[in-house]
């Protein structure tokens, strides 16, 4: 089994996690339940498989990729699988229970363990950035820093997704009992009915953003695509004139 990386956290759990969280990350009978693809489909209108399907079209065989925050299911084995034994996937995450829970459902696969705050700058580039079901868990500061930090790991014609909540449509009535039900277990999750992803991004011109929504639109796919830098740039030829 693969092991974490004794990297000490440089900054607490934050409060947050412990104090309004901790029905889903504590208790062990949740677990199964949760990690159950059927919960998932259930918790997501049936579009669970489909996010999935279409995350993993964004990840290269071979490639490199960065999640930052473990998860409920099966997404997490399906993009190792996708990944390969010739590409590499880091998975990291601030608690270290869910990075221990993460090695067991991941055993086999070739991952990478590193308890880290997704909060914090982060060295290494990647071709592909994942940040799944994370950002409705945080406070808003907490949003736009790691946002930034996973468009900062994006290496050059990488790409970055970003898949979570997302404000439903008019006419999807589910949004009158998701509202008062994420008020309740999810303060931070409608900030994103509010603002867009992208609009958390200080260097929002440095990428391409693509959106796909699912469910009546109660969830989102957002896809950035570093543009090609300057230094990149095929040189002009000389001009006939």
């Not at 693969?2 to 990350?25: G, V």
């Not at 090609?228 to 040189?235: A, F, G, L, T």
Request: proline content about 5%; some cysteine; hydrophobic content about 35%.
């Amino acid at each position: 089994m693969p092991k974490t990386k004794n990297i000490p956290l440089t900054s607490p759990i934050p409060a947050y996690l412990t104090e309004l969280y901790a029905f889903l990350y504590k208790p062990k009978s949740w677990r199964s339940i949760l990690d159950d693809d059927r919960t998932q489909t259930l918790l997501t209108f049936g579009a669970q498989n489909a996010i999935i399907e279409d995350l993993l079209e964004d990840i290269g065989t071979n490639s490199s990729v960065l999640q930052i925050g473990c998860t409920f299911g099966s997404q997490m084995l399906k993009t190792a699988e996708k990944i390969g034994s010739y590409g590499t996937y880091t998975l990291i995450d601030i608690l270290p229970s869910e990075i221990e829970i993460a090695q067991k459902k991941l055993a086999g696969q070739k991952v990478e363990f590193q308890c880290l705050d997704g909060r914090l700058s982060l060295k290494k580039k990647y071709d592909t950035v994942i940040c799944y079901m994370l950002l409705h868990e945080l406070p808003e500061r907490s949003k736009q820093k790691v946002i930034n930090n996973v468009l900062d790991s994006v290496g050059e014609n990488g790409k970055a997704v970003f898949v979570d909540y997302h404000k439903p449509s008019k006419w999807n009535l589910w949004r009158f009992i998701i509202k008062p039900f994420n008020r309740l277990f999810f303060p931070f999750a409608e900030k994103l009915w509010l603002k867009d992803i992208r609009l958390y991004a200080s260097k929002e011109s440095h990428f391409a953003w693509y959106q796909k929504t699912y469910s009546g639109k109660m969830y989102q796919k957002v896809v950035a695509v570093r543009k090609i830098s300057d230094y990149q740039k095929p040189d002009a030829g000389p001009s006939f004139y």
